[in-house]
């Protein structure tokens, strides 16, 4: 693989960015080299500037259910930007945006438009705050909800892969109000609310874990989460960044049928363009201003390009039949390839799949259902393996804490390229 070109900018944009990237995970420091840099995409090949093709499986970390630059999204910000690329004012497509996302996600009556995922846990936990007028948040370990303060504490993606699950800069005002449990272990969130349940307004999960690599739900799980914040008048937000629209029309509430008060969705409302939302009941929504007191704002909210790409994204999604089906037939065919070389080859490693969502862990343990169990992984020999991965044409996440996605666009022959890719790398 030349990476001549790649090795050059880096250098030249750590004279001018920190670290040379505009999110940590892109450094490609935890798998031991520089990144490569990227010059176009289409359908599932992504490129570099040194002209590497590879077959992408990172989907940029996750939304590209259609695949990169899928015709339909790009004729409709086109369209869109011929017109103007922003006001600051409503806009009908706004609306339709709207309609469509309570339409589609079962436990939302109504919703707000942010510019990404993090703006929205931040504002749904605002909200939960301002609705409850209690100030306690339970996360759970492992778990991420973006960068905002009081998520980063203890917090998966990134900030585990560099081990900083405590950043620096969080003041200890903010961290004291999160409190911490154990993702599937509902005792851990049962102790927490016997102890302190009339402080705590919210709990946020991520109903699938997806930034400590996948780990799905125990069964009983997120219905146990559900009992115990309804029991306690306390708001029960799901993350469904990652999930959203992924792992079902309306996500992983409808896959499980287990419906939260509030939902945070993120860049895959966009169809890869800067957004996010929050959304649910009614009841709760009606605080935010200027119809209740919880201020929430934003000049490039509901941005007419995002919701352009985003309105073609969903309604593709919508009704496109069978588009579901496929992903888990895709997907299914991938795991069991991978499955089966773990056998052959006689590695210490399972594979985790949620949907179109899965995560190959280099491990002894049997199971990983556990942010321990996660962090019993050989973070060495997923390095290996990445390397390899990327020297055969494959673009998985630089991260074993991570997950890899399948889109639509994703043939029989690209899933069979990984399968055999994954079998040459394992039994190198
Ligand atoms: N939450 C994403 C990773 N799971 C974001 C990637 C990033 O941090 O850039």
Known sequence: MKNIKSKEEFLRANKSIPGGVNS???????????????????????????????????????????????????????????????YGAPTTIETEMAEL??????SIEKV?????GTEATMSAVRLARGYTKRECIVKFIGNYHGHGDYFLIKAGSGALTFGLPDSPGVTEGNAK????????????VEKLFAERGNEIA?????????????????????????????????????????????LAKGGAQEYFGVMPDLTTIGKIIGGGLPVGAYGGRKEIMDNLAPEGAVYQAGTLSGNPLAMAAGVAMLK??????????????????????????????????IVNRVGSMMTMFFT??????????????????????????????????????EAMFVSVAHTDDDIDKIIEANYNALTK
């Open 364 to 401: 002894d343990a049997k199971n990983v259902s556990t942010f321990d169990e996660a962090m019993s992984c050989d973070t060495g020999k997923y390095a290996e393996y990445f390397n390899l991965s990327l020297n055969a044409g494959i673009y998985i996440a630089p991260s074993q804490f």
């Open 112 to 116: 707000r438009m942010v510019n990404s």
């Open 101 to 106: 996302i309570c339409e589609m996600m079962p």
């Open 202 to 246: 919210a709990v946020i999960v991520e109903p699938v874990a997806g930034n400590m690599g996948v780990i799905p739900p125990k069964k009983g799980f997120l219905e146990g989460l559900r009992t115990i914040t309804e029991k306690h008048n306390s708001i029960l937000i799901f993350d469904e960044v990652i999930t959203g629209f992924r």
């Open 177 to 188: 109000d999160t409190l911490l449990a154990e993702y599937n272990n509902i005792e851990s």
């Open 316 to 349: 593709t999604l919508k009704n496109t039949k069978g588009i579901y089906e496929e992903l888990e037939r895709k997907a299914a065919k991938l795991e069991a390839g991978l499955t089966k070389n773990i056998a052959l080859s006689k590695t210490n490693a």
């Open 24 to 86: 940590p995970v892109r450094a490609f420091k935890s798998v031991n080299i520089d990144p490569v840099f990227i010059e176009k995409a289409k359908g599932t090949k992504i490129t570099d500037i040194d002209g590497n093709e590879y077959i992408d499986f990172v989907a940029s970390w996750g939304p590209l259910i259609l695949g990169h630059a899928n015709n339909t999204i790009l004729e409709a910000i086109n369209k869109a930007a011929a017109k103007g690329t922003s």
